[in-house]
């Protein structure tokens, strides 16, 4: 619910993927140092709220929720009439600035309807018309610092970078007894495993993830968790078939929340790239990732428990227009991915030193 402050009025657009809207974070919170007495909204999408959730730096989430591919649309503002009406709400909240982090045309078209003074956004797809403070992308940095840049460029000072994630005790409390039912002693090593990706040509292969955690059993007396959606469960069966000892199972069972405080209980997270990658580096959890079409320099894990593993070809990274600029290898990935290999992963984790 809306409150009232008798500071500036601040909207934040940056909605849609559970990834984008953890690396809002840092912004955020040095929004806040910087106007401690502003009322701030933040747009995002109704699914990826939920890795947000405890956040102290905002004082209200506002849903949009269009029609989209994406599998986290509700589709709450379908016709042109729910688009209008969102609109509307905006402009009757009398916004003095708006930040534009998304750097869609759209994004930037919501910022100028709602009527704010002040729009700072990215000078992209010809939309520097709509803000009053247009702002360079670069794809040469991570996107927690082009996010900061926004900040910058409207004269505001950046003091730190580092992401947050806030658990609740009745998640906690889950995670005990999560661990505690499998039969997971305190002091036994939990390595959790993510082998899978909402766009399947950025997964490393099942079978190559099983492979490491056969020898992450083997060389750490380690406890394995599987993390995963529903749509994961059917590679539960050839998991279960050639695991040497069972693995602890998080596929599908448990939700975005319950799947972050059993996150936090890992000592070490080894995925591909993935929304599950940013909830663990929210967490401070040392995690591994591995990276094939998509640039770890812009989306890449952000922390400093945080590692990758890439084999950079001369088209890396790749506009991930799966296979228009190369082709597949005979098993179906991007070369650049199928250059991985489990020892290229195992010495990766050596270094970690967990």
Not at 183 to 208: M, S, T
Not at 267 to 295: E, K, T, W, Y
Request: charged share 25%; with cysteine.
């Amino acid at each position: 619910m809306e409150c009232e402050k008798a500071g500036k009025r601040i909207l934040v657009l940056r909605y849609r993927f559970i990834g984008d809207t953890i690396l809002t974070i840092p912004f955020l919170r040095n929004l806040r140092r910087a106007e401690p007495d502003a009322y701030i909204a933040w747009v995002v999408a109704p699914g990826s709220s939920d890795v947000v959730q405890g956040i102290p730096y905002v004082d209200e989430l506002l849903f949009w929720d269009p029609v989209t591919i994406h599998a986290d649309s509700r589709g709450t503002h379908k016709t042109l009439g729910d688009k209008l009406g969102f609109i509307r709400d905006l402009r009757a909240r009398r916004f003095d600035k708006v930040y534009v982090l998304k750097r869609s045309f759209g994004s930037a078209l919501m910022a100028f309807l709602s009527g704010a003074g002040k729009r700072i956004g990215f000078a992209t797809e010809g939309r520097s018309f709509l803000l009053t403070t247009g702002v360079p992308y670069r794809h040469d940095q991570h996107e927690v610092q082009n996010f900061l840049d926004l900040l910058r460029a409207d004269g505001i000072s950046v003091t730190d970078d580092h992401l947050e994630a806030w658990l609740s005790s009745e998640e906690r409390h889950f995670a005990d007894r999560f661990f505690e039912e499998a039969g997971v002693k305190p002091e036994e090593l939990v390595i959790g495993i993510h082998p899978f990706a909402a766009n399947p040509p950025r997964a490393w292969h099942l079978d190559n993830f099983i492979e490491l955690a056969r020898q992450l059993q083997e060389r750490y007396k380690a406890r394995i968790l599987f993390l995963g959606g529903p749509r994961d469960q059917e590679a539960l069966p050839a998991i279960r078939s050639a695991m040497k000892n069972p693995p602890l199972e998080a596929v599908g069972t448990t939700s975005l929340r319950q799947t972050m405080a059993l996150l936090s209980r890992c000592r070490l997270l080894v995925c591909n790239d993935s929304g599950i990658m940013h909830l663990a580096a929210s967490l401070q959890v040392p995690l591994v990732a591995l990276f094939g079409p998509q640039s770890p320099v812009k989306f890449g894990p952000w922390g400093d428990k945080c590692r990758v593993v890439s084999q950079q070809f001369p088209c890396s990274p790749c506009k991930q227009r799966f296979f228009t600029e190369c082709e597949p290898s005979p098993r179906g990935k991007p070369m650049c991915l199928e250059g991985i290999t489990v020892d290229h992963i195992i010495e990766s984790i050596v270094n970690t030193h967990i």
